[in-house]
Structure formats: structure tokens, C-alpha cells
């Protein structure tokens, strides 16, 4: 069943509004409410001092009323008291500055006292609610890295980086191996004498950086687990979640989504079209409904980290307050995204914020209510959703799987970062990319990571799995599907070496190639790819290799003319450019073509999708799109002529 809900702050507004927003939720058709994570100072203002009334009233009113609700740990927010009683709890950035109390997200994962401290207050929440028969779900701690906060430059990250790394190596002979140290004179007698990777006059050994993001990937995990582990105990039988950005990719979100019951995300297009690399034109154009495939993309990824079930915990509902520009979406964007997700899989979408901030740093961000409690725009596209709903078949039907598979690995985007060769090379951008022109043919695509099954997949893509691994390899091998290697593929060991057999280094046993040089080129670089009797312009990543297999492609360049940009068997393809633009079109045209996945192509501003027996076109353009949908098909909501940002669901 398809639900929605709200953020809410009780605690920022007076106790005699409280009813009455609880009233007003359910009216308008809401089922959940988030409450709690940036409450800990109010809740107890000196150690082991609480004041739990307030918040028992809030819960109570929320929960006679008909509302469930999502109870958050506060670990995000530390209190002045906590950090001024251990100061060495806050994080250090990369310049050496101490971060300071004053926002929030101010400490450090590898502060073994803040540790300490997040679990027990975790503890005194969930020992508190655990058995409230209102609170029906549980989230940790809050947006995991936003604002740069997975690494931290402390004493506490450096003594635990040390540690990690002696379980990791055993002896400091297999670090001085792994790290390369022979180089530059840089090897260490002991695991004590291993410094952070920052302040550094050059930059550090691409291993040095890359076991340091592990590390510090490895401490989020941990952090979290200790919540989890608490809640579960007191509050049995309960889900518990946390809330992702998906733009920040400087933890394993695989691992930490394994201690979850399910997955949520916190969904802005808005802002991520501001920060995104598109060019000013296009920009424009989507200025006011943002990237149509970027939540779409994310649906699916935490589709995936929540093992089936996800939500979105913080929906977009107006104009945001930290993007560089905060423009605001077009009337009806609310409701075309609460319904993208629905059809990408979530189970629940809750809106941020009930009622926009009169005061602190975010009051221009937009609620479903202005300060003054009257009703904004997404208010009443709330309504309607909650209104169509009902044309919705009972059940909760989960999406099937898709029959293309896009590889995300985080360490490789790590070793992405940490050896870039390109000063305009993204990781990010390349999946973007491929996951885009995939949606422009109505393709439905899976997210996985290199540990999952691939058994089913017609057509497996690798953009930028850059570490070799021989497992994924072996995968792929004995699957049915056909697979797709962008450059540099197993480009490097797990240790950041290149391979002793050259790149793809395992993968070779996919296809027979070796990479013999690569070079990374600037937009004005002239060298083009033919393929299929056509000319497109090479992208910012050209390999030299040398294959036995079907020449599928060649470069026209003055450098190295004719050599093979594109190599295949029946089994796997290895693209030795970065294909991208018109040229990935054409790519993905032939790759669905040989892996047999039926493609119908689409206007850019179409997406059609389909979850169980329901089937979804969205129009985000501002011009009306006629759809072809089946003359059997019975039309639930909508019509086949789709109005400017507006949909049309049916069923067969």
C-alpha cells in the first residue's frame, strides 16, 4: 500500500498548535510523521537530566489522531553540554580546522566517547518509545555526510586509521607492499607512524587514500550499527531505517542499508540540477522541474540498498534554502515526483516540512504550510495524490526485476577520486549518463552492486568498476547475460596497482583485451569514434588496447587513426572511450538490440515505467505528450494525451 507522510518539529512551534496540525495531517490524507532528530538538546539538557514530557504529549496527540510515527535518534545534533564536556567528539577537516558546535552533524564517527554517548541516547529513546504502540518505525541518526562530514582529520580518526589498517595488513610489510612506498621514499617501520591523508605537499599514494575512505566508510557502518543494535533491542519488531542523500557517495551505502529494514532517501531535484554539470541550455530548460531521471535513478538505487523496500523520507515540496539557486518547481512537480516514486518502487513518501521555519538557517525552505498556516502550493498537491490513491489496486505490488543491471561500486568511485587522471572526470556523471539514456528508451534498469546476483539480467553495464574483481568477474562469466565494460574496468588491483596482466586485469576473462595507454583529453581534443558509417566526438577518456576480438568501432584521429574503440565477443563488448552524448546513444541502441531488451524511443521529456500490473508514463515537459498505451489497457488515472507535468497510469 502506497502512503504519505511529513516531517515535523513540535518542538518549533507553540503546544497549542499541535492538535490541530495532527488534524490537518490526517485530513489532507497523511499517514506518517517524522519527529525527533534534532531534539536532543530539549529532551535533555544536561547529562542524564531529561525532560521527556513534551515529547510524550507530541507523540500521543499525533498518534490519537491516526498518525504513525517515524521516532529518530538525535545523534546528528550533539549538545553544547556533550561537546563542551569532550570537545575531541567534533571533527576536523581536511585544512586541520576544528569544525564547531553551531549547526549540526559537528563530530567525529571515530570518537569512541560519541559513540558511546549516540547509543545511549538511542537507548533512552528506544527504551522510551520501543513499546508505544504510535511509534511504528524508527530512523537513525540523520543525512549520513551531508556537508562534508564522513571524513574527519581528528587525533581519533588518525589512532583508529591505524588500527584498522594492522587487522586489515597484519604487518606493516604488507602495507608498505599494498601502499608502494618504495616510492617517493615513503615506507613506515610501524602502523603508529601512519599519518591521514590530508596536508599533504603532493597527493597521497592512491592506496593510502583509498584504504583511508574505506576506513572511514568502515566507521559509518559501525556508528550505525550501534544504533541499530540498541533500537532492536528495546523497541522489538519495529523497522528501523536511515535517511540517505544520495549525492554523497563517501560511504558504502550497500553496508549500512544490510543493519536496515528498509532504505529512505531524501529527495531535492531541484538542487541537484543546480549542482549538476549540464550546460547552461538545458539547465533552462529543466530549471523548474529539475532532472526527470535523477529521483528516478535514486528510487531505484535505495530500492536496492533497502533489499525492496524504500522510502523517501524528506520530499522536495517548494523552493530549498542551500543550493547555490533555489528556484522553485513548477506547480505540480510535488505531485509528479510523489508519484515517480511510487512507480519506481517506494512504499512512502514524506514531505519536508509540515510548516516552513519562522527563524534559524532554514526559513526559506518551503513547507506544505507557510509560517502563517496557510496552505502553500504542495499542500494541496499532497491532497490531490492522496485523493487518486484511491484508484490504486489493493495489495502492494513490488516492482519485478528490470532486465538491464547498472554496476555501482562505491570503492571504485573512491579509486575514481583518488587517481582521477582527468581533472573533469566523474564517476557520478558516467552513470548518469548511461541510467538517462537508458530511461529516454523506456528501459526499466536495476541498480546493484558488484556483491549481488546477476544471474537474471539480459544486459549487465560496468560504468567505472574500476577495481578488479575476480568474484564479479566470475559472475558475470557463468550468468546468461550479455555485459557491457566501459573503460577502465579493472583498471586497478584492489590495491590501487595496475594489473600484472594489464586492465581489464580479471575481466580479461570476459573479453580479450589489454589496455596499453590511456590518456585523458579536453573538450577541445578533435578525435572522433566512427561507428555504424556516423562520426561523434570522443569524450574526455580514450584508450590504446589491443584485442583479437571484433573490431565493432574505430577511432578518426590524427593520433593512432583506425585503432579499435569499440571490442566484442558474443559474451561481453569493452568500450575503450568514455562514450557519451550522441555516441552513447548509438551504443545503447546496439546494446539493447543484442542482449534482446525491447526499447521504444521517447522525447526528453517522457519516461515511461512500469510497477507490478501498473504501468506509468510522466510528462515533464511543458507541452502536452501523446502516449501509445495499449488499446486492451484500462486507464486508472489520466488519459493517453498528457497534460504538461502530468501522468497517466493504466493497466493490461
Known sequence: MFELGVCYYPEQWPEHMWQRDAQRMVELGLSWVRVGEFAWSLLEEEEGVFDWAWLDRAVDILGTAGLKVVMCTPSAAPPKWLVDQHPDILPVAADGQVRKFGARRHYCFSSDIYREHAVRIAAEYAKRYGANPFVQAWQIDNEYGDHDTIHSYSENAKKAFQRWLAVRYQTIEALNDAWGTAFWSMKYNRFDQVELPNGLVEEPSPTHLLDYQRFASDEV???????VDVVRKYAPGRPVTHNFMGHNVDFDHYKVGDDLDFASWDSYPMGALVHSRMDDQEKARLLRTGMPDQPAFNNDLYRRIGQGRAWIMEQQPGPVNWAEHNQSPHDGMVRLWTWLAFAHGID???????????????????????????????????????KEMAVLPSGNAGRAPARVALVLDYASRWAAGSLPQGADYSSARNMMNW????????????IVGPQDDMAAYDLVILPDVILEDGDLAEKLALSKAKIYLSARTGSKTQNMHIPDNLPPGEFARLVNVK???????????????????????????????????????????????????????????????????ALLDVLVDKLLLWAGVPAVQLSADVRITQRGELHFAFNFGDRMAEIDVPAEAEILLGQAKVAPRDLVIWRI
Open 221 to 227: 557502518v559501525r556508528f550505525n550499527r550501534a544504533q
Open 348 to 386: 512512502v513518501v514524506c514531505y519536508f516540512r509540515w510548516r516552513q521555519s519562522r527563524f534559524a538557517q532554514e526559513q526559506f525552505h518551503a513547507g506544505l504550510l507557510l509560517p502563517n498556516d496557510d496552505a502553500d502550493q504542495a499542500y494541496y498537491e499532497v491532497a490531490q495524490v492522496a
Open 435 to 446: 541510467y538517462q539514456t537508458l530511461s529516454a528508451r523506456g528501459v526499466d534498469v536495476d
Open 515 to 581: 589496455v596499453k595507454r590511456v590518456e585523458s583529453l579536453p573538450d577541445y581534443c578533435g578525435d572522433h569514434i566512427e561507428l555504424d558509417g556516423q562520426n561523434y566526438p570522443v569524450g574526455n577518456w580514450r584508450e590504446c588496447i589491443e584485442s583479437d576480438e571484433a573490431i565493432l568501432a574505430r577511432f578518426k584521429s590524427d593520433h593512432r587513426d583506425q585503432s579499435p574503440a569499440l571490442v566484442g565477443n558474443d559474451k561481453c563488448w569493452y568500450g575503450a572511450a568514455n562514450f557519451s552524448g
